[in-house]
């Protein structure tokens, strides 16, 4: 587990009573988090209990019914209008999640650019940054990222494991507050999950804000600050590792870790 995390000013993530509903169906019932800075925070949870759906919601993918969200202080997807939040418009929307790396189940990679293309674009068209430093940042990603030789690659030319890899240099490329994933692993196969990981524990160790949404128990005990459990659109535990997996409070959470540990453990 990384070290714990002591700055608790003031949370670069808060979350407070957020709700979210698909027709009648209610997929988030009242969500409260705070993250602070440099905290890793993993989120584990069986099918259906709102975990994409949470994460998707804190950079606005998904429109909320009720609550909040803040990140560095500012309501994200909406404003304040005589006490009533209303959506914000879009250019606002866009410039909000500037500050918010997105990482998905499946690598979005523009397939006809290559990768050091798909990691400057935003930068250069959103943050406005001139394109010769855009291309500095991006082969110093690629680079961290251990792609330095795959620049001038196409994403077909790359593994499932190279392309979620370039992903995440494309998100830290616009210099995110935090970083969320969204079971980034879930679609590669099981020897390229690892070098994903490898990376993710890397950004932790130096300090990167991290919400991850993951079945990797053996990467939740490892990096997470806390390790948060959903159930039917509440969070139901919230807990250090060393005691989320040796004494959960919640039935469910330790039904749900007797169903997973041992095969999803890398």
């Known amino acids: 587990m990384t070290d714990q995390v002591t700055n608790k000013q003031a949370p670069i993530v808060r979350?407070?009573?957020?709700?979210?509903?698909?027709?009648?169906?209610?997929?988030l019932?009242?969500?409260?988090?705070?993250?602070?800075?440099?905290?890793?925070?993993?989120?584990?949870?069986?099918?259906?209990?709102?975990?994409?759906?949470?994460?998707?919601?804190?950079?606005?993918?998904?429109?909320?019914?009720?609550?909040?969200?803040?990140?560095?202080?500012h309501l994200i997807g909406y404003r304040e209008r005589n006490g009533?939040?209303?959506?914000?418009?879009?250019?606002?929307?866009?410039?909000?999640?500037?500050?918010?790396?997105?990482?998905?189940?499946?690598?979005?990679?523009f397939p006809h650019l290559t990768a050091l293309e798909n990691i400057i674009e935003a930068p250069v068209h959103v943050r406005k940054v001139p394109r010769t430093e855009a291309i500095e940042t991006a082969r110093t990603l690629l680079a961290r990222v251990g792609l330095a030789d795959k620049a001038?690659?196409?994403?077909?030319?790359?593994?499932?494991?190279?392309?979620?890899?370039?992903?995440?240099?494309?998100?830290?490329?616009?210099r995110p507050?935090?970083?969320?994933?969204?079971?980034?692993?879930?679609?590669?196969?099981?020897?390229?999950?690892?070098?994903?990981?490898?990376?993710?524990?890397?950004?932790a160790r130096e300090g990167m804000t991290m919400i991850v949404v993951s079945h990797e128990m053996g990467f939740a005990r490892e990096v997470a600050n806390r390790v948060i459990m959903m159930h039917e659109g509440r969070i139901i535990e919230d807990a250090p590792p060393e005691t989320f997996f040796t004494a959960p409070k919640h039935e469910r959470t330790a039904a749900f870790l007797s169903r997973v540990i041992g095969k999803r453990d890398h």
């Open 15 to 27: 979350v407070s009573g957020v709700e979210k509903r698909f027709g009648d169906l209610q997929v």
């Open 29 to 73: 019932k009242g969500i409260d988090l705070d993250v602070y800075k440099g905290e890793v925070i993993v989120i584990v949870g069986s099918s259906g209990s709102g975990k994409t759906t949470f994460i998707r919601c804190i950079n606005h993918l998904e429109k909320i019914q009720g609550g909040r969200i803040e990140v560095n202080g």
């Open 84 to 109: 009533r939040l209303v959506e914000d418009a879009e250019s606002n929307i866009a410039r909000q999640r500037c500050e918010i790396g997105m990482v998905f189940q499946l690598f979005h990679l």
């Open 152 to 174: 001038n690659a196409y994403p077909a030319q790359l593994s499932g494991g190279q392309q979620q890899r370039v992903a995440i240099a494309r998100a830290l490329a616009m």
């Open 177 to 203: 507050s935090v970083m969320l994933f969204d079971e980034p692993t879930s679609a590669l196969d099981p020897e390229m999950i690892g070098e994903v990981l490898d990376v993710m524990k890397e950004l």
